[in-house]
């Protein structure tokens, strides 16, 4: 069963989406429906209470001391990372495992440092609790 509602966009995202579609060979709404899939797949962290291990990327201007002091506080989820500067951006590769809320706490706090983040989980267990 699918429910229909309207969205609105800008007219330039509009525009690329439609030709996306076109070169994908699918429509609109099929790509809306992949997309809103896996944002909410990545986020799940922020809905469901579980233990989770997943990739969190990091890029943006160059500013280590921000994103070392943010990293350090969360060692206990961070089992590996790495950085690397491509011209006068920094990106940070990490390799977090642990409680959801520990990851999403980690994941507001680089976003609302303007850090770009983006997370993609590879495993997930649902507690039992939830």
Do not use: Q
């Not at 994908?24 to 809103?36: K, N």
């Not at 899939?37 to 291990?53: F, S």
């Not at 990372?81 to 706490?105: D, M, Q, T």
């Amino acid at each position: 069963m699918k429910r229909r509602f309207g969205v609105s966009i800008p007219k330039d995202l509009a525009d690329r989406l439609d030709l996306l579609a076109k070169a994908l060979e699918t429509d609109r709404s099929s790509l809306i429906e992949a997309a809103v899939r896996e944002y909410i797949h990545d986020h799940m962290h922020y809905l469901v209470p579980h233990d989770c291990t997943g990739i969190m990327v990091l890029y943006g201007a160059c500013r280590k001391e921000d994103w070392f002091d943010i990293i350090d506080r969360y060692m206990d989820i961070v089992v590996s990372y790495n950085h690397i500067h491509r011209k006068n951006i920094c990106i940070e590769v990490l390799i977090v495992s642990g409680p959801s809320k520990k990851i999403a706490s980690l994941h507001k706090e680089l976003v609302e440092s303007g850090i770009k983040a983006r997370y993609l989980p590879i495993f997930y267990c649902v507690s039992e609790k939830s």
